[in-house]
Each structure stands twice: as structure tokens, then as C-alpha cells.
């Protein structure tokens, strides 16, 4: 990055777009660290304060979670690395790549000769779309991530305050008893780790992208 601020010839934009990473990198440790309480309320993990230190803090805060409550910081990885795994693999060219070559593979061996049975061309089909199921399978793989964190999150923050009142309130329009704090915290639990990997992704590739421009 130094070197790109140094050689470029608009070092500014390549000093802005550092910074909103470097930002971005330090409100990335602070999310992991508040995403992380449903699973620790779910799971029964020790009670936790955070440090109230910033930047600095949010590292050792993700530290001290790490120590206490690991089960709950692995299970969160895990589902994090589901939900964004489709993101990923959107963004492999090489594999992308490879997936086509092999599909052309199979269907130059195939030949062009129709074949009249209906159930061997779609197994012939099938069989040319096999190099692109790791890309399909993402994406219900993410879907499946983000049904279990939704519940998870809806545990740790049930949104209704009384559900006999709730029932009784629909009748009338009346949404006094959602808590509606709660509605928010499960929405940003759910989807805020791919907005900031997203954000992280964008800046990321403008950074690449400016250093490079003159290669």
C-alpha cells in the first residue's frame, strides 16, 4: 500500500481508499464482538463485558470471547464462513475458470449425436453442469447459514414482548407489543458480517485496482 501511495500518480485517492479499509478492518473486530452475544446467551457462555477501549479494546475484547466462551466463537465462524462463502467463490475467476473448461470437456466428449431417450440427455445435462455445482450449492449453503443464525438471533432477542397481546393486538393494528429494538438487533446480527466483508471486498479491490492501473 505504501509503495502504491508513493508510485501512483494520485496518491490521495490511494490514501482515502486505505484508510476506509483500515477503518473498516478495526469496525470489523467490534461487529465480531457484538455478533457474538446471541451465541453466547444461546449456548449458556459465561457473561461477558467488553472493554469499552477503542480499536484496541475490540481486538482484545475478540480475544477474551475467544478464551470464554470458544464453543460459541466457533460455532459464529462457522456460520459466518457459510453465509459469505457464496461471496467468495462469486469472486474466484480462476475457479470459475476451470469450471467452464471442464464442462466444455464434458460435452465435447459427449458429441453432438441426439439421443431419444429423454432420461439419458438429462443425465448428459446433468453431467455438463456438474463443474458448477460448488457455485449453486453456495447459495443454499448461505440460505441454510442464515435460517440458523435468524433463530439464533430470535432467541437471544425475542421480539415480542407478550404473544397473547401480540395475537390480540393484530386485529386492531396494534404493534405496541414488538419490541421493535429487538426486531433491529436480530436484522444486524443476521446480515451485518456481509455488508462490512462486502464493504472490505469493494475498498479492497479499488485499492488493487489503483496500485495496478499502470501495470
Not at 452475544?37 to 472493554?51: I, R
Not at 467468495?88 to 431417450?117: F, N, P
Not at 435460517?147 to 404493534?175: H, M, S
Amino acid at each position: 500500500m505504501k509503495d502504491g501511495i508513493a508510485d501512483n500518480d494520485n496518491p490521495f485517492m490511494m490514501l482515502i481508499a486505505v484508510v476506509i479499509f483500515i477503518v473498516l478492518c478495526a469496525l470489523a473486530l467490534k461487529l465480531i464482538a457484538i455478533n457474538l452475544m446471541p451465541y453466547l446467551v444461546v449456548m449458556g457462555s459465561p457473561t461477558f463485558q467488553p472493554s469499552n477501549v477503542p480499536i484496541i479494546g475490540w481486538a482484545y475484547d475478540l480475544l477474551t470471547l475467544c478464551y470464554l466462551a470458544t464453543g460459541a466463537v466457533i460455532l459464529w465462524f462457522l456460520i459466518q464462513l457459510a453465509q459469505v462463502v457464496w461471496i467468495l467463490i462469486a469472486l474466484d475467476r480462476r475457479a470459475h475458470r476451470s469450471a467452464v473448461r471442464e464442462s466444455q470437456r464434458e460435452q465435447a466428449a459427449q458429441g453432438t449425436q441426439y439421443e431419444s431417450d429423454g432420461r439419458i440427455r438429462r443425465i448428459r445435462k446433468r453431467a455438463v453442469g456438474v463443474p458448477f455445482f460448488f457455485i449453486a450449492a453456495s447459495g443454499w449453503i448461505a440460505l441454510a447459514a442464515f435460517v440458523a443464525e435468524f433463530i439464533i438471533n430470535l432467541k437471544a432477542y425475542p421480539p415480542v414482548r407478550n404473544w397473547n397481546a401480540f395475537v390480540a393486538g393484530l386485529t386492531i393494528g396494534d404493534l405496541s407489543p414488538i419490541d421493535f429494538s429487538k426486531v433491529m438487533a436480530i436484522l444486524w446480527g443476521c446480515f451485518s458480517t456481509e455488508l462490512v466483508v462486502i464493504a472490505l471486498i469493494i475498498v479492497g479491490q479499488w485499492i488493487w485496482s489503483h496500485k495496478t492501473a499502470d501495470n
